[in-house]
């Protein structure tokens, strides 16, 4: 698995917004969506509630949050 999807996710995690997570990723909002609908589905959760604005994690989005910043962090080590 792609260790960037992680970090990703935890840029989507901090601002709570797609656009703005993809502006400081360098990314496009339609590949960082497509980024998170892939981590959905190995994991086979949804991660944030889309339906509020700003985006909420999920209590399973929480718990992956913290899952992965470890593997982040580990990976960068």
Not at 2 to 25: W, Y
Not at 46 to 62: H, I, K, N, V, Y
């Amino acid at each position: 698995m792609d260790v960037e999807l992680f970090e990703e996710f935890g840029m989507i995690a901090k601002h709570g917004n797609l656009s703005e997570a993809a502006r400081e990723l360098h990314v496009t909002q339609s590949a960082l969506s497509r980024h998170l609908s892939t981590l959905e589905k190995r994991f086979g959760v949804e991660l944030f509630d889309r339906a509020t604005s700003p985006m909420r994690l999920t209590p399973e989005g929480e718990a992956f949050l913290h899952w992965s910043s470890v593997i982040s962090n580990s990976y960068k080590k």
